[in-house]
């Protein structure tokens, strides 16, 4: 069979024009048998990980099968070489080192592994009625009407007095009781179905159902609640006392579970920022000897500004590649000037069923890859820490030439709200930063959903970015 000959026409229209395709119109047989691979690990990932502690403890059993281990300062270091620090159990850092000297800068991948939840307050338990209830706080960006009549666990740790940390997760394994936030019938709720959606449920009103059944035998008042701090006491050796030094948290108990009739789509609890998490895990793990060394930083308290000790805006980065540094004679700032960051965090995906808030032109569509973001912000690119244009064309390259499916993204109208990452904090020291990620359906609730096609390519664009020169 002949082929048609293109017009000028149609060559000049391919070579000027920007025409996005969808991501499968473009995959290849090996990429997908990869993709399929690479999201069954990412589940497990998920599931084994619903608190930034367990995904670093998860992380740590990871890499060490990998053949990274601990890094001291003082350590001397060799191309090849595979290191981790963990920062308070909360984060943790990871590095391959490269045969070029740090004085040529390093390629770092950063995300957070810490997503919306709630949190039990200091004093939690308490008993109203005959019914045993925790207290809670939320934390980060949640929108409080989907956390009711939804399955629950309680992950965590509790510190004591005695310097033990108990570790506390139930929920997960099987035959585990669960939790739930209770919601009022439709029968009687004529008045809160009057109130704006962010009204209906009270933050106050998170409170999570633990128990009613009374403690045997006993006269006195909160049968309920003792009954169940006699459970805890039992197994975890704990009184109501030591939750005044306890990191609990309330997550959602969803397993991580294909969506879609063709299985395309993945839908989970903390996609945000878990998902990017692993792209930047699982290509480091996959890289080999670089030129410039590779850094893998996973941050906790992203979702509510990367405040505090192991947040991304803590020195514990700095002192990581400070300490790196030293190994070498080289000055951090040296370092710094010359390294590369994408700040690896998911992006809105547009949804037709909400069209409105997006623009259409310049949001992320599920399946065509690995959104970039030149900016993310609020209104006036508040907070954002804005990609030069150099930086920017200098990605273009690296993932084209790794043929890396991937497109740009907005988060949203202007004006319409927005939101930011880690980027910058990288930014402030004086990296070169992107922020690029996986655009996500329902970003924020308790299950939200992905596609596997961009889950794939984001680690795809990691690994050309470590492998970088």
Known sequence: METKEKT???????????QRKNGYDRLTAEDEAAMKAYCEDYKKYLDGGKTERECVDYTVRLAEAKGFKPFTRGMALN???KIYRVNRGKAVMLAVMGTAPLSAGVNIGAAHIDSPRLDLKPTPIYEDDEMAFLKTHYYGGIRKYQWVTIPLELHGVVALKDGRVVKVAVGAAEGDPLFTVDDLLPHLAADQSKKPLGEAIPAESLNILVGSRPFRDDTGSDRVKLAVLDILNQRYGITEEDFISAELSAVPAFKASDLGFDRSLIGAYGHDDRVCA???????????TPKRTAVCMLADKEEIGSEGVSGMKSAAFDTFMSDLCDTQRIPLKVCYEKSFCLSADVTAAYDPNFAEVYEKRNSARVNYGMGLCKYTGSRGKGGASDASAEVVAYARKILDEAGVVWQMAELGKVDQGGGGTVAAYMAERDIDTLDAGVPVLSMHAPYETVSKLDCYMTYKGMRAVYGAV
């Open 8 to 18: 000028a026409a149609e060559l000049r229209r391919e070579a000027l024009l920007c």
């Open 278 to 288: 692993f792209a930047c895990l699982a290509a480091l793990f996959n890289l080999g």
């Open 79 to 81: 191309p090849g070489d």
